[in-house]
Nanobody, 120 residues
Framework: QLQLVESGGGLVQPGGSLRLSCAASGFTSDYYAIGWFHQAPGKERERVSCISPSGGSTNYTDSVKGRFTISRDNAKKTVYLQMNSLKPEDTGVYYC?????????????WGKGTLVTVSS
């Protein structure tokens, strides 16, 4: 069974920080690009960041540039999303997903998501 499991969500005040984790099991994640996706209430899911299999290449959507940082530890089969200076509009469910080798590739696996709520 191939699995991606997100963790680290929760309630945080505006301006606060959270670190999300995406743990892979059941397969060698070294060949997969991993993306983080955000689905705000009532809106479509959108990708906010992605990291290449080696970790050497990353990209971010404009709304999170300078605030979020994606990283990965292939020895631990885990990808992280450090989220700083959080805003209420960052509220929603965050999913990680795996695409074979390239961020632009088709998504092969999805996690079930972790909820982030940014509110005072």
């Amino acid at each position: 069974q191939l699995q991606l499991v997100e963790s680290g969500g929760g309630l945080v005040q505006p301006g606060g920080s959270l670190r999300l984790s995406c743990a892979a099991s059941g397969f060698t994640s070294d060949y997969y690009a991993i993306g983080w996706f955000h689905q705000a209430p009532g809106k479509e899911r959108e990708r906010v960041s992605c990291i290449s299999p080696s970790g050497g290449s990353t990209n971010y959507t404009d709304s999170v540039k300078g605030r979020f940082t994606i990283s990965r530890d292939n020895a631990k089969k885990t990808v992280y999303l450090q989220m700083n200076s959080l805003k209420p509009e960052d509220t929603g469910v965050y999913y990680c997903a795996a695409a074979y080798y390239y961020c632009s590739g088709s998504i092969a696996y999805w996690g079930k998501g972790t909820l982030v709520t940014v509110s005072s």
